[in-house]
C-alpha cells in the first residue's frame, strides 16, 4: 500500500459530523491526505485544524482556485448541498456528499 499516492483533500463543513470525518481521514484511512479545512464559520474551521492537525483553512472560493485539492468531501448542512457542490463541481474538484 505504500505505493498509492494519497487523494489531497478539504472538507467542507466544520459542524458537530465533521469530527468522525476527520477522524477517519487523518487516522483511519490511508488513501486520503486532508490538507484544509473550511467553513462560513472561519473560527470553527481554525479550532478543527488544530484539533486534527490539518495545516490549513481554506474559504470556498480558495477550495475552488486551489490546483493541489483534488477532493472535497462536503459536510454542509443539506440546505447548502447544492449550492455548494456546484460550485466545486464547476470548478473542477471530485465531491463527496452524503445527502442532496
Known amino acids: 500500500m505504500e505505493d498509492i499516492r494519497k487523494v489531497k483533500t478539504v472538507v467542507v ?3 458537530m459530523i465533521s469530527n468522525i470525518y476527520l477522524k477517519n481521514l487523518t487516522n483511519l484511512f490511508s488513501i486520503t ?6 467553513d462560513l464559520n472561519r473560527q470553527a ?12 483553512v481554506y474559504t470556498l472560493e480558495e477550495v475552488c ?13 443539506p440546505s447548502a448541498h447544492y449550492s455548494v457542490i456546484r460550485q ?10 452524503e445527502k442532496l
Open 13 to 15: 463543513g466544520c459542524g
Open 33 to 38: 491526505d486532508v490538507i484544509g479545512v473550511c
Open 45 to 56: 474551521a481554525e479550532e478543527k485544524a488544530v484539533q486534527y492537525g490539518i495545516e490549513k
Open 65 to 77: 482556485a486551489a490546483k493541489e485539492v483534488e477532493l472535497a468531501v462536503n459536510l454542509t448542512a
Open 88 to 97: 466545486l463541481l464547476l470548478a473542477g474538484k471530485n465531491v463527496y456528499t
